[in-house]
């Protein structure tokens, strides 16, 4: 069972991701509301601006990109992930006509997911690390015995590693669904 402490942290990831499937349908009922549905197929494109706009985070974290801070850049990748999240979850609609648009969905909802993970495991890492450098600060420990101190701790930045073992690949499959879904609407449209 999840500790309530845990619960707490892992609650707004939750809320927020279900907060992308309920704006999904609201979204969409409206649109089928109004009779405007035809503005989701549009929705498509705006989706992708934005998720490619939010890969700046990743050039930034790789150097690609020198201006900047990374925590911007993260905040940025994101709001805008969620935001073209959205866009595409509604593009997609309900229609059970093609495989290959389903997939990408399906995988861009499971790299959502994943991010909010990646956010979680992220925070706490960060704050595990600095709280336990705190406390042994607060011995007067050298920097080498701290250091030698926090080697565990710093195995939870080591999940973070594995994390992105996982999120990249699922965002590789996203991209590669992505892609072919886009292609073959410029082939057939």
């Not at 080591?158 to 699922?170: A, E, F, G, V």
């Not at 072919?180 to 057939?188: K, R």
């Amino acid at each position: 069972m999840l500790h309530g402490l845990t619960i707490k942290k892992i609650l707004p990831s939750i809320i927020t991701y279900m907060s992308l499937i309920l704006a999904t349908i609201v979204t969409d009922y409206f649109l089928h509301l109004t009779k405007l549905v035809w503005i989701g197929r549009y929705f498509g494109i705006v989706g992708t601006g934005f998720i490619l706009l939010s890969f700046l985070y990743s050039l930034r974290k790789r150097k690609l990109l020198k201006s900047g801070s990374p925590k911007t850049f993260l905040q940025a990748h994101e709001v805008l992930g969620w935001s073209g999240a959205l866009f595409i979850c509604v593009h997609g609609g309900i229609h059970f006509n093609a495989i290959i648009p389903w997939m990408a969905l399906f995988f861009m909802l499971i790299v959502t997911a994943s991010g909010f993970v990646g956010r979680y495991l992220l925070e706490s890492s960060k704050k595990e690390l600095q709280k336990s450098r705190q406390h042994l600060l607060n011995y007067q420990l050298s920097n080498e015995e701290i250091e030698k101190e926090l080697l565990y701790d710093s195995l939870l930045v080591d999940t973070m590693q594995k994390w992105r073992k996982i999120h990249l690949p699922l965002t590789t499959l996203f991209i590669v669904f992505a892609l072919l879904h886009i292609i073959s609407i410029l082939l057939f449209w």
